[in-house]
């Protein structure tokens, strides 16, 4: 069993930063690969940043590239989602993901443990 618990969001102007967290208790951290996902009202779940368990390899929304990374911190069992240049699209909520294995997937169905979620709101 994996706990996960997100947080950092809030309420940031357009063109903004943020830095989610995500803490993870539980079993071994290194053998789980991470994503984080964004639900805005009305709509699915989507895949925003994906990193490998080992943390060397990371892959990206198209929405999010360029802008937002991903990192882990192995001896803090935490993943980080930095958030630069924030627009009102990017507002949902932020879900952090554990899949079991090495590698992340942009499919939410593919992940074993969910957090609570965290609120990104962008305002105009």
């Known amino acids: 069993q994996v706990q996960l618990v997100e947080s950092g969001g809030g309420l940031v102007q357009a063109g903004g930063s943020l830095r989610l967290s995500c803490s993870a208790s539980?079993?071994?951290?290194?053998?789980?690969?991470m994503g984080w996902f964004r639900q805005a009202p009305g709509k699915e779940r989507a895949f925003v940043a994906g990193i490998s368990g080992n943390g060397g390899m990371t892959g990206y929304a198209a929405s999010a590239k360029g802008r937002f990374t991903i990192s882990r911190d192995h001896a803090k069992n935490t993943v980080y989602l930095q958030m630069n240049s924030l627009e009102p699209e990017d507002a949902a909520v932020y879900y952090c993901a554990a899949v079991s294995g090495r590698l992340f997937s942009n499919d939410p169905r593919q992940y074993d443990y969910w957090g609570q979620g965290t609120q990104v709101t962008v305002s105009s």
């Open positions: 539980g079993r071994t951290f290194n053998n789980y690969a």
